[in-house]
C-alpha cells in the first residue's frame, strides 16, 4: 500500500470575505472529492480571506498511478478559474 499525500495552496483573488472564500473552497473540494476519489481538508490559513492551504491524500497499490492522478489533480488546479495555485508538494509514502 502506499499513501500519496498532496499539499498546496491557492489564492483566491477575487475573495473579499471569509464567506466567499468558504464558497469558492467548497467547491473545489466537492469537484476534487468526485473527480479524483480523494481526502481533502483545508489545513492552513484558515481566517485569512485570499489564501486557502489543502491537504489531500489517496490511497493505492502502485506509484505510477498515484503519481499520475495527483499530477493530473494538479493539473486542474492550474487550471482552476475561481483560484491560481501558489504552491504545492506532493509525496509517496509507504507505510512499514
Known sequence: ???GVLQFTMAIPHSRSLK?????VRGLKEQLRRNFNVSIAEIEDL???DVA???CT???N????LNGALDKLVD?????RDATLED???EILRPN
Open 62 to 65: 502502485d506509484v505510477a498511478h
Open 88 to 90: 504545492h508538494q506532493l
Open 20 to 24: 466567499e472564500k468558504r464558497s469558492v
Open 58 to 60: 489517496m490511497v493505492g
Open 53 to 55: 492551504t489543502f491537504g
Open 1 to 3: 500500500m502506499f499513501i
Open 47 to 49: 481566517d485569512v480571506w
Open 76 to 80: 486542474v488546479l492550474d487550471d482552476w
